[in-house]
């Protein structure tokens, strides 16, 4: 039985800001950030969002109301979550209209997060054949203003429906993964920005990539030939291509060269994005299917998830004959380009107007033109609607 990504959807806000002009401002050489970590433009979050309300904007773009009578587990991976308790995952199953007899719960292990629930997913249809999964991914990538981190912060959410036949991706059984307790990247409880070394982020994700692509071609003897494109976690678009270089060193030219193009594809959204934590990896994928004019049925796609602290792992999957269908027509590249510029000004201003500890407040959502929004927050209770 063929097990898998059947849909996948995704939602950012409609502002962002310019990585040229925010490093201007910054007094820093514009191509400081556009090549040398690969990033044109950020999303940018306004209060009104936050990961709740991205996952269920994100999900209703792909949900008919015979997925929603067959989905009977929601898996929410974030790390960036609202409530120390509660998971994200009921309030997105209120808002989708959900049945109740239902399981759902968050998962945490910084960006990897999505790719454990898509393994934990693909279990549970493989026990339940007529059951889906939603798995969501959600974050905003919050580093601090005027920090060393700043040009790689982002947000947005990313929606994957798992089934039996799916439309898009069936996934192998065998993975290869990795675990070490390595403080490259964490946020301590209380704190509202990550911390992170970042030299040493990058060549843990380098070590990680390639230890569990060894191990990964042991266990299945696949090769890089194999493989239509890989895929990466890009908490910057430059480190997923220093990534695809340390795959294909030695390599065929000609193999090289395709590898090479369809990551471009794949990195192309994630340019005009930032960082997603865990919906990173799936936005690639998002990203190759609507850019790439080479894939075709039966190709085998590799994806590399790595989540600091650290954890990563290796696994792949067979294109399936409609996997254009599963994106239910969504023009993504469209979406983005109609999205509105803000001044840096304006981006800081947005961002300190996130709310993380206020008691009872209320924000204005008639600009936002997005379906759920956060109206406020009533005696520390996070008030969600739908307009």
């Known amino acids: ?52 309300t991205m996952a269920a904007n994100a999900a209703q773009r792909i949900l008919t109301v015979d997925d929603k009578e067959q989905l009977d587990l929601v898996i929410f991976a974030t790390e960036s979550g609202i409530d120390n308790s509660k998971a994200a995952a009921v309030y997105v199953a209120r808002l989708l209209g959900l049945k109740s007899n239902i399981r759902a719960f968050e998962v945490k292990q910084a960006c990897y997060g999505a790719t454990a629930g898509l393994q934990l997913a693909r279990d549970h249809v493989a026990l339940f054949p007529r059951s889906k999964v939603l798995v969501i991914g959600a974050d905003i990538a919050r580093y601090g203003l005027k920090t060393p981190g700043e040009p790689t912060q982002g947000g947005g959410a990313v929606a994957l429906l798992v089934s039996a036949d799916p439309q898009i991706l069936a996934l192998d059984k065998q993975s ?66 220093k990534g695809i270089r340390q795959l294909t060193t030695g390599a065929e030219p000609a193999l090289t060269l395709r590898l090479t193009k369809e990551f471009e594809h794949a990195r192309t959204f994630n340019r005009l994005v930032g960082n997603l934590y865990t919906g990173s990896l799936y936005l690639s994928l998002l990203s190759l299917l ?53 001044s840096v000004d304006k981006y800081e201003h947005l961002f300190k107007q996130q709310l993380f500890h206020a008691a009872t407040e209320e924000l204005d959502y008639s600009n936002d033109p997005a379906r759920f929004v956060l109206a406020g927050v009533k005696e520390y209770q996070r008030q969600y609607l739908e307009h």
């Open 176 to 241: 290869a993964y990795q675990t070490q307790d390595i403080m490259d990247f964490w946020r301590p409880l209380g704190q509202t920005e990550a911390m992170v070394d970042g030299k040493y982020s990058s060549n843990i994700y380098l070590e990680f990539l390639d230890h569990v692509w060894q191990d990964y071609q042991q266990k299945t003897g696949l090769k890089l030939e194999d493989l239509a494109a890989v895929l990466f976690h890009l908490p910057y678009t430059k480190l997923g291509l």
């Open 1 to 52: 039985m063929k097990i898998g990504i059947d849909k996948l959807g995704f939602f950012t806000p409609d502002l962002y800001v310019d990585m040229a002009e925010l490093a201007r401002t910054r007094h820093e050489d514009p191509n400081k950030y556009l090549i040398g970590i690969g990033q044109a433009k950020m999303a940018v979050i306004p209060p009104t969002q936050d990961v709740v």
């Open 290 to 342: 609507q850019q790439s004019e080479q894939l075709i049925a039966g190709d085998r796609l590799g994806l590399f998830s790595y989540g600091s602290g650290a954890e990563a792992e290796f696994y792949s999957g067979i294109l399936q004959p409609d996997f254009k269908a599963g994106l239910m027509g969504v023009d993504y590249s469209q979406l983005l380009a109609n999205r509105q510029q803000v």
